[in-house]
């Protein structure tokens, strides 16, 4: 007859050991390691993408201050140079000063001629008044809103944003600073654009100035 050895089992609550306790052993600290490393893989890939969505804002806020200060002072040029444009029996340059940022300014240029009509009021020729659309108009800073305003005297609507800084000097033809409308020859405009977010690698905000001498049409 043939005996069947059967080994013998480990006692009850005795460990394992050797070459299986070895290999299980190996297989959590790998894992623990594995997973270690994919943390830190992860925190590295998204510490790069915040970095680069900051950079991403940070260089949209800076073309949208360039954009601003540039359109800022186009606007704000193009209405200087009609002041006082054929504003007839008028006895100043049609500039009125109201504060350190704040001007009104006045040109006769529609109204009437061979293009008016009375469904178009605001097209032709001067017509000696400046009560027509674009005839009165005032620039003005908002330092609250970092806006600057300009539009018809009653209601000035904003033009450009992120605007810190904004300056006008006026300067008569013998080049002195004057505050007397009728002996404005020259406005000297200065903005500055700031930007709201700062650098995400300086942790400065970018600054922009920029500034323009507008000499006054002459008179007719």
């Known amino acids: 007859m043939i005996r069947v050895r059967h080994a013998a089992r480990p006692p009850k609550g005795a460990t394992i050991s050797g070459q299986a306790a070895v290999e299980q052993g190996f297989s959590l600290l790998e894992f623990m390691l594995s997973s270690l490393i994919l943390l830190i893989i992860s925190a590295a890939i998204f510490s790069l993408l915040s970095q680069t969505q900051r950079t991403g804002s940070y260089q949209t806020e800076v073309q949208g201050v360039l954009e601003n200060t540039r359109f800022a002072m186009d606007a704000i040029v193009r209405v200087l140079q009609q002041a006082g444009n054929s504003v007839s029996g008028s006895s100043g340059s049609g500039i009125d000063i109201k504060s350190a940022t704040e001007v009104r300014v006045r040109s006769d240029l529609t109204g ?21 659309a674009g005839e009165d108009v005032t620039i003005r800073y908002n330092a609250g809103a970092r806006t600057i305003e300009l539009g018809a005297t009653t209601s000035p609507q904003p033009i450009a944003y992120n605007i810190s800084a904004f300056s006008m000097q006026y300067y008569d033809d013998s080049g002195f600073i004057t505050n007397i409308g009728g002996n404005i020859y020259k ?22 100035q920029i500034s323009s001498d507008v000499t006054l049409l002459p008179r007719r």
């Open 112 to 132: 009437s001629g061979s293009n008016w009509s009375p469904s178009e009021p605001d097209k032709g020729e001067p017509d000696g008044d400046t009560s027509d």
């Open 187 to 208: 406005v000297r405009v200065s903005l500055t654009g700031t930007s709201s977010y700062p650098d995400p690698q300086t942790g400065k905000v970018f600054s922009m």
